[in-house]
C-alpha cells in the first residue's frame, strides 16, 4: 500500500483507472477498470522485451548498474 499525492493520481476518466472513497474518508481506492487491465495486460510483453533488450545490450552486470543509477536519479 501506498500513499499518492493527489497531483500524481491518474484520472479516472480515460485512464482505465476507477476511484472511489475508501473505509476511511480521506482514503482513496484505485482500481483497474476492465479496459486498464486489457491495456495493462498488452503492455507487460513491451515491457518485458524492453528489459530484455537492455540486458542483451548492456550484459547483465550493466543492466543492474542501469537499474541502480535509474533509482538514484
Not at 43 to 70: H, N, S, Y
Given at each position: ?34 479496459p ?12 518485458e ?25
Amino acid at each position: 500500500m501506498t500513499t499518492l499525492p493527489l497531483s500524481f493520481m491518474p484520472s479516472a476518466s480515460g485512464a482505465g483507472v476507477t476511484r472511489k472513497v475508501g473505509d476511511v474518508r480521506r482514503e482513496r481506492v484505485l482500481e483497474l477498470s476492465e479496459p486498464g487491465r486489457r491495456i495493462l495486460n498488452a503492455a507487460i510483453p513491451l515491457w518485458e522485451g524492453a528489459q530484455a533488450q537492455i540486458k542483451t545490450q548492456l550484459g547483465v552486470d550493466g543492466a543492474r548498474v542501469f537499474r541502480e543509477t535509474l533509482r538514484a536519479v
